[in-house]
Each structure stands twice: as structure tokens, then as C-alpha cells.
């Protein structure tokens, strides 16, 4: 049986422009079974962590930050950045199999779905020369269950993730009816 390799892609839809899509590693183009171009970018061992644990489903948060990239490209994102906001952009991370001739073995599986929360663009400068970084926060719809003290949802909180978890359903009034409940009397049936 042959070794089969695994590729980290991501796809990237930004408003108004083309999807940006980057596969995790150096080399050339990789062209995935659909004809769409991946280019090459190098995440840091934190995010591939992030990656790992979203795939997982222990992150509700991904944060990803990509390295090795050239400076014209991370200028370019900040320049859009910056006359249109990416924040709450599509972002889809996916793994893709390949076969022993390293070309795409299937469809792309689906891992992780989100918004683009923020992004941060970061020059550094090295023997080398400069190294450009950019930097997403990526949520997805669990970020609404938690709440920045560690108490439960508030009720403005909870219609928020109802409304988002369930559009079609009525407005949520579970946290306007649990306080009412404290005034009634539990009976039990008496047999």
C-alpha cells in the first residue's frame, strides 16, 4: 500500500475579491481536485496547534498566523484591510489526502468553519531582511457560549446565540421566564 500524504489547506472569502487560498508548507502552487490555486505559507507551531485543536472541537477560537511570507503579499492585505474590513469574512480550514504522486485523493474534508474576527499585520526584522507576519483570530459559532467573567449567558447573550444558532425559531425568552420560576410551588402528586 502507498503512503499517502496530508495537505492543511485554507480558504479565505473576502468581500468584493476573490477567495485567498494558502496551504500550510513551502514549495510551489498546489492545485487542488476543484483547479483552485493554493499558495504556500508556513503557520507557526502555535497554530498548527490551534488547527489541531479545532478539528478536535476544543477551539472555539483559532488563532493562525502565518510566517514566511513575502512583504509585497502581507502589504497587500493590510492595504485591504484597510479600505474594506475582512472581519466576519468566511474562513474554512480543510485537509486534503494525496496519493503516492502527491495529486489530491478525493475531496477535501471539512475541519473547520468560521469568521474572521481580526487580522494584524506585523513586520520583523531579521539577518535575513524583513519578515512579514499576519496574524487572523478566527471564531465560529461556539464563541457565543462563553462569557468574559465565567458567569452563565446574560439574557441579551442567550438571544444572541439563539437567534444565530436557530434563525427561524422564535425570539428566546428562557432567561425571562427562569427568574418567575423562583415564586412558584413545586407539588408532587400524592398517591
Not at 507557526?44 to 496547534?49: P, V
Not at 488563532?63 to 503579499?73: D, E, G, N, P, Y
Not at 457560549?145 to 452563565?152: E, I, K, L, P, Q
Not at 444572541?160 to 425571562?176: H, I
Amino acid at each position: 500500500m502507498a503512503i499517502k500524504s496530508l495537505r492543511i489547506l485554507c480558504d479565505v472569502m473576502l468581500p468584493g475579491e476573490d477567495p485567498i487560498r494558502v496551504w500550510d508548507g513551502s514549495g510551489g502552487t498546489f492545485v487542488d481536485g476543484d483547479g483552485n490555486f493554493y499558495r504556500p505559507a508556513q503557520f507557526t507551531e502555535d497554530a498548527l496547534q490551534s488547527i489541531e485543536a479545532a478539528i478536535n472541537g476544543e477551539a472555539f477560537t483559532l488563532a493562525l498566523s502565518l510566517i514566511s511570507i513575502s512583504q509585497s503579499v502581507a502589504d497587500s492585505i493590510w492595504d485591504y484591510d484597510e479600505t474594506t474590513s475582512v472581519q466576519g469574512s468566511p474562513f474554512v480550514v480543510k485537509l486534503q489526502i494525496l496519493d503516492e504522486f502527491e495529486q489530491p485523493d478525493g475531496e477535501p474534508i471539512v475541519v473547520f468553519t468560521g469568521e474572521i474576527d481580526n487580522l494584524d499585520v506585523a513586520d520583523e526584522s531579521t539577518e535575513d531582511g524583513i519578515k512579514s507576519i499576519v496574524n487572523l483570530e478566527v471564531t465560529n459559532r461556539f464563541t457565543l457560549r462563553t462569557v468574559t467573567n465565567g458567569a452563565v449567558l446574560s439574557d441579551v447573550d442567550q438571544r444572541a446565540r439563539s437567534s444565530l444558532l436557530n434563525p427561524s425559531a422564535a425570539d428566546d425568552e428562557f432567561c425571562k421566564r427562569v427568574p418567575l420560576m423562583r415564586d412558584q410551588t413545586i407539588k408532587w402528586p400524592n398517591w
